[in-house]
């Protein structure tokens, strides 16, 4: 299942086997980039939060559904990175959008009922490519996968660090 978990381990796997050739991409900075796979979750705060009482508290209609798209995933990037030093914001940015990302990209790997992903790439296009169904969202064979990948890339990383 491509849950949160699923979500986070994605990036710490690429940026972590990214850091071995890039020299400022330290573990402080992979963590940066997996914080930014949980921005398409945070659309599951309607579970706690519904929309009509947002809405009401505003008074304007409001939907989070905007939040699991590339819009959703640039604009919190945005305001994520303002919140760090004025000299990482470009670096801080990148890796949250990267995250984000990734998010994004499992997600559209889904099986949906009529063969198309969700419009991920809105606002820029209301679109909905088509998705590979390479599984359903409640198998948990992707969550395994993605932590055997993870476990080993973690123990790699311990022997190369080991090593410098």
């Known amino acids: 299942m491509a849950d949160l978990l699923t979500h ?11 850091s071995w050739r890039v020299d400022w991409l330290d573990q402080r900075w992979v963590v940066v980039g997996m914080g930014g796979a949980a921005i398409p979750d945070t659309v599951k705060v309607g579970l706690v939060v519904n929309e009509e009482t947002v809405e009401a508290l ?83 064979t992707v969550l395994v996968v993605a932590l055997l990948v993870a476990g080993t890339v973690a123990l790699l990383d311990r022997r190369i660090r080991a090593r410098r």
């Open 58 to 140: 505003l008074g304007v209609p409001f939907t989070y559904r905007p939040l699991s798209t590339l819009g959703g995933v640039l604009l919190l990037s945005g305001i994520i990175a303002v919140a760090f030093e004025r000299q990482h914001w470009r670096r801080v940015f990148g890796l949250v959008t990267f995250g984000g990302l990734t998010s994004l990209l499992l997600d559209g790997m889904r099986v949906y009922a009529d063969g198309r992903a969700s419009a991920w790439l809105y606002p820029f296009t209301n679109w909905r490519p088509p998705t590979p169904s390479l599984y359903v969202s409640s198998d948990p």
């Open 8 to 18: 986070l381990l994605a990036p710490y796997i690429l940026l972590t086997v990214t």
